[in-house]
Nanobody, 114 residues
Framework: VQLQASGGGLVQPGGSLRLSCAASGTIFSFNAMGWYRQAQGKQRELVATITRGDSTNYADSVKGRFTVSRGNAKNTVYLQMNSLKPEDTAVYYC?????????WGKGTLVTVSS
């Protein structure tokens, strides 16, 4: 199973970005997919997740600014990030889980700076 994330980049404070993640190498649907991030010198932390039943969970720091959603294609997930802040700067990792197994993508860098 491979997870391919894209959409990172440099954005000014207050701007928006949309991250995408698509999984390949499996015919099964994941129970949940989502996003984690790791800022330099910090531990990886949950950003947002969404289950196959569309239940969502967000970190308090992104509630009201970020939206996680599933794509029409199986095993795709998006993260719409609005009102970005410098503290959102991090490498964002796509995550997927099924049957007790967790899969990770390589990460995409998001830099929020003026």
């Amino acid at each position: 199973v491979q997870l391919q994330a894209s959409g990172g980049g440099l954005v000014q404070p207050g701007g928006s970005l949309r991250l995408s993640c698509a999984a390949s190498g499996t015919i099964f649907s994941f129970n949940a997919m989502g996003w984690y991030r790791q800022a330099q010198g910090k531990q990886r932390e949950l950003v947002a997740t969404i289950t196959r039943g569309d239940s969502t969970n967000y970190a308090d720091s992104v509630k009201g600014r970020f939206t996680v959603s599933r794509g029409n294609a199986k095993n795709t997930v998006y993260l719409q990030m609005n009102s970005l802040k410098p503290e959102d700067t991090a490498v964002y990792y796509c995550n997927a889980g099924r049957g007790g197994m967790a899969y990770w993508g390589k990460g995409t860098l998001v830099t929020v700076s003026s």
